[in-house]
């Protein structure tokens, strides 16, 4: 019987050897994308440096950091303590309810002196992690049973009724789809999808009943944001004027009208997507997105390269959050989907979502530099 945790083919790896392990043509890809982010906000600020891009320039070096300290963690670690990084995260989640400071109408963050710490976003990781190390240790005959569904459904409900009461129904929405893709990955049955998607479309008019004056007005914003043109539908019928205005090529660097002239708003943080399109036009946008679907591609890659159920999780969870992130916010500032407060993944203003996006990625990373750990699963006998 094989032992419970081993290498393939070599011994352990050193520092240097997990250093030189980094897929770096992948750190450099972020690179790229956060140098775009720096630009934009550059643009966003009329061309000067204060406040928003060397702030963001800082915050992904810090991030770069944090990257590559995650991965030379051995993934090993991350599994052995993947429930204590979840606990940790509620706590911080509960502590917003105590302690959190209001912000635009919702109280959704902790100050902590040197940043306001937004718990929901380290939530995000915390839970793909929790839910990587639950399943890893389900056999694939026992995935089929509905009673193994209740932890998971524990661990994705608390902090997602914690979240609805900040409120933020988008990042809570968000934690349940990634919890569903993670759920997908680890082989639960279809029919368990079909018959919550059947629930949740019958229990839609209850819902309703449920929902914020503001979140409802959202909705029917999205619906018809011409009815109130001045008001509710304000944000993103400026969004589309100025995501057609930039044609093909754009109106070039510093030169978007909407923006520079502030008819569009939160043009640093939810909107900047619009801003760049104004100014670069169809071509650049286009070219962000096929930057955003290579790092998707890789982080598939990695997930696909691991010999371990915990990695392959893990790897495909972080993935698809990333890409719920990307997909929220250009659906978002183009209509397809209600106004909600998702920020564009390294292009966007903002503190703790840039930290935590970086940790996931050195989490994911760690799958990757440890891709031919094996670590055993109760359907061999050898658990962890």
Known sequence: MATATQILGRQELSLGQKLWQIHWLFVLLLCAVAAIGAAMLYSAAN????????????????GLGVLVVAAVVDVRLWLRYAYVFY??????????????????????????????????????????????RYFHGVSMEDIGRPSLLVVPVFLVAAPALLVLRQPDLGT??????AAAAVLFVAGVRLWVFGSVAAVAMAAAPITWQFLHEYQKQRVLTFLNPET?????????????????????????????????????????????FTMMAEEFGLIGGLTLLALYALICVYGLAFALS??????????????????????????MVMGLIPVVGAPLPLISYGGTAMMTLMLGFGIMMSVYVHRDVVIGRRSTGDEV
């Open 172 to 177: 809570a929405l968000m934690l349940i789809i």
């Open 306 to 331: 691991s010999r371990n159920h915990f990695g392959r999780i893990v790897a495909a969870g972080v993935t698809t959050t990333f890409f719920l992130y990307v997909f929220i916010n250009v659906a």
């Open 87 to 132: 606990g940790l995260a509620l706590a911080l989640l509960a502590a917003v309810e105590i302690a959190g400071t209001i912000g635009m109408g919702a109280q959704r963050w902790i100050d902590l002196g040197f940043i306001n710490l937004q718990p929901s976003e380290v939530m995000k990781v915390a839970l793909v992690v929790a839910l990587a």
């Open 228 to 272: 109130d043109p001045l008001g509710s539908g304000y944000h993103i019928i400026q969004s589309k004027i100025a995501l057609g205005s930039g044609g093909v090529l754009g109106k070039g660097f510093l030169q978007g009208s909407q923006s520079h002239l502030n008819f569009l708003p939160e043009k640093q943080t939810d909107f900047i």
């Open 47 to 62: 061309g000067d440096l204060q406040p928003w891009a060397v702030r963001h320039m800082a915050r992904f070096g810090v």
